[in-house]
């Protein structure tokens, strides 16, 4: 039968497979070329479906169970793959999954382009042929029914939606690189030494025991890299300021280093002849050695911030008049956790005592971001009142988060630990400067352990943001921890993060990073978050990119073809167009009483259409990375740049086939072509 009414509990014994479309208008097309591709099967085959239609058209279930034909395959309906969409017509994933159809549920994500499924090659195969035209409903059930994926092949495309798909003309994109990464002259013109040149001497802290000494030798080779940029079509550069480069001791009353100086200067002037626009970074995690050493560093609130506000000072009066975007801080919290948690990462804190021999992980990253929330917000002061007036210049802080997905999402439990996920992650920070004080899910898990701020520090930092940076790459999913109480170091909000849920589907396919799987939905999900739960601010994506798995074991001619890594580019600023061009913000929700692995509703209320100004606020992309560099405690292993570096033969640098991608992708979006 084609349409089927019966209760849920009644059809239990079919295999469920359900598409969501964006609209009544792609559900009409959708439901015509099924049914179209339906009535030419066989008698027994059709039979086997019902076919359930949302009253609105914006979701079609297919229910099949299991006849003698398919029974009798050697592997007996076990499924290892299911195609499903991630953005538009451009951009098709296939998730590898590891389950048994029968009692699964694979729902594809709300389209907003186009539905897409993979063609199979398989034992089945010639039995399709036989008993019904290998198609849209066919292909699906051949899928489904199969043990591998052989090719995507694209079904239907709503190219109106494609066609729609915009950036501003003066769109600011370009590259984003940090000082420790690339720079190297480690030890020249008077550098002194930061937190991580002292952390790489530790043995067994960075793959390969490498360090940032030479890296990508950007400090003698920063023409050439600006001339790169112009190269690749770059509008801006994002780039950050070594602390100990300037004032080599670090301290408010420490001595300058002129040469320091000259090199940021002379950076920021070829930039601009160029036409590249600075972006400048003044923290991205290499605090001076020296005041570690001397206060403690971040854990020493009085001197930290009077520091950090006094070198912040300096770089305004040296750069202000060239520069007008300024970020304060880089990711926060990967200072505080990795730092101060887990010990990954400079100075290398932690409770474990197998890791280090200082550091208490149930204390220190809650002071730790306290006090970085209190130096940005004091020189965030400092520049809108000294220098901003006669600069004209924005400033703002960037902070790090990951998409999540519940576990489990039909257990209400993972659906509202993925809220506090990221209200631990990106709520630490931002809660604060856009709503005066941390989340309630921090507050009620932490106790006294998190800090209060005074009512002069709230002042400082309520309100302390000209724009959101965006630093995102990945997502996982979230499955909350049944224990009442949890551990003194858990840093996460009391539940569990993984790249496979309940069912088995991986969150996307792997990368040399293992924290890292591209999910480009959950970058245009998290900017809707971030745009709802802070007003509509402006946002700067100041990092975003990957690595490909494997990639520094290729000879360089396949090096430079990174596929892989234009495809992640391909599809993550395509999810940002759209989130910018069509979303009407909130593109999270159920339907029906069926659970949706893929689209995630958080009860939000459904909002009327808005007009252009009521959209997230999208205004910037910088692409991690310009070139490949120095990956922290990846050492040399992992590479995220578009541009190939041969550590072997002088640090030359080669484009690869991903620069050419952006360039291409933005410069169809800002002159009004489909993407």
């Known amino acids: 039968m084609l349409f089927c009414c019966q209760p849920r509990q009644q059809r239990q014994e079919r295999t469920r497979l359900a598409l969501s479309t964006s609209s009544v208008a792609l559900g009409h097309v959708f439901l015509r070329q099924l049914l179209s591709e339906v009535s030419a099967f066989t008698p027994p085959l059709r039979s086997s479906l019902d076919i359930v239609v949302a009253p609105d058209f914006s979701r079609t279930e297919i229910g099949f169970r299991p006849f003698q034909p398919w029974k009798q395959c050697r592997t007996s309906w076990a499924c290892r793959y299911f195609a499903v969409l991630r953005t538009n017509v451009r951009q098709i994933s296939v998730v590898p999954i590891h389950t048994h159809v029968a009692s699964g549920q694979y729902i594809l994500p709300r389209c907003l382009n186009a539905l897409h499924v993979s063609s199979v090659a398989s034992p089945r195969a010639p039995f399709l042929k036989r008993h019904g035209r290998v198609g849209f409903a066919s292909s699906i059930l051949a899928v489904a029914a199969s043990q591998r994926v052989f090719s995507e092949h694209l079904l239907y495309s709503d190219r109106a939606a494609m066609a729609s798909l915009r950036l501003p003309k003066d769109f600011l994109w370009g590259y984003a690189t940090a000082s420790y990464q690339i720079e190297?002259?480690?030890?020249?013109?008077?550098?002194?030494?930061?937190?991580?040149?002292?952390?790489?001497?530790q043995p067994g802290k960075i793959a390969g025991g490498s360090n940032g000494d030479v890296a990508c030798d950007s400090y003698h080779r920063y023409k050439e890299d600006v001339a790169l940029l112009k190269q690749l079509g770059a509008k801006a550069y994002r780039f950050s300021i070594s602390w100990s480069r300037v004032i080599p001791?670090?301290?408010?009353?420490?001595?300058i280093n002129e040469a320091g100086l000259r090199y940021y200067?002379?950076?920021?002037?070829?930039?601009?002849?160029?036409?590249?626009?600075?972006m400048v970074t003044l923290f991205h995690w290499d605090l001076p050695q020296a005041l570690y050493d001397r206060y403690g560093g971040f854990l020493n609130k009085d001197e930290y911030v009077l520091d950090f506000v006094s070198y912040a000072r300096l770089m305004f009066e040296t750069l202000g008049e060239k520069v007008k975007f300024w970020i304060t801080y880089n990711e926060p919290w990967c200072s505080a956790i990795l730092g101060y948690s887990t010990g990954y990462f400079a100075p290398g804190h932690t409770s474990d005592r197998k890791i280090s021999s200082v550091g208490d992980s149930s204390t220190e990253p809650w002071q730790v971001g306290h006090n970085i929330l209190i130096a940005h917000g004091a020189a965030v002061k400092a520049y809108r009142e000294e220098f901003k007036p006669t600069q004209s210049g924005m400033i703002g802080i960037t902070l790090n988060g990951d998409w999540v997905e519940p576990w489990d999402p039909a257990d209400s439990a993972d659906v509202e630990a993925c809220e506090r996920k990221l209200e631990f992650s990106i709520g630490w920070f931002a809660d604060p400067v856009y709503h005066g004080d941390y989340p309630a899910s921090m507050r009620k898990q932490l106790g006294s352990r998190l800090p209060e701020f005074t009512a002069e520090e709230k002042a400082l930092v309520l309100g302390s943001n000209d724009f959101y940076g965006m630093n995102h790459y990945t997502a996982d999913f979230v499955r909350n921890c049944d224990r009442d109480t949890p551990s003194a170091e858990n840093f996460n909000g009391n539940l569990e993060v993984f790249k496979t849920n309940k069912a088995g589907d991986s969150i996307g396919p792997e990368t040399q990073s293992v924290w890292l799987r591209p999910y480009p939905s959950g970058f245009r999900r998290l900017m809707n978050w971030i745009s709802d739960r802070y007003g509509r601010p402006i946002i700067y994506v100041t990092e975003n990119g990957t690595s490909?798995?494997?990639?520094?074991?290729?000879?360089?001619?396949?090096?430079l073809e990174d596929e892989f890594r234009a495809e992640y580019f391909r599809t993550y600023i395509n999810a940002l167009a759209e989130a910018y061009t069509i979303d009407k913000v909130d593109v999270r929700g159920k339907f029906d009483s069926c659970s949706c692995i893929w689209s995630y509703d958080r009860q939000q209320p459904q909002r009327q259409p808005q007009?252009?100004?009521?959209?997230?606020?999208?205004?910037?992309?910088?692409?991690?990375?310009?070139?490949?560099?120095?990956?922290?405690?990846?050492g040399y292993e992992t590479r995220f740049g578009v541009t190939f570096v041969d550590y072997k033969n002088g640090q030359r640098r080669m484009p690869k086939k991903s620069a050419r991608v952006i360039s291409e992708v933005f410069t169809s979006l800002t002159h009004g072509e489909a993407a």
């Open 184 to 201: 190297g002259g480690a030890h020249e013109d008077g550098r002194g030494d930061s937190i991580w040149d002292v952390f790489c001497q």
């Open 265 to 278: 200067k002379d950076l920021v002037e070829e930039l601009v002849a160029n036409d590249i626009e600075p």
């Open 611 to 634: 007009s252009s100004a009521d959209r997230s606020a999208a205004q910037g992309y910088m692409a991690w990375s310009l070139m490949d560099n120095f990956e922290w405690s990846e």
């Open 249 to 255: 001791q670090g301290g408010r009353n420490d001595p």
């Open 548 to 559: 490909l798995k494997g990639e520094n074991d290729l000879p360089v001619e396949q090096l």
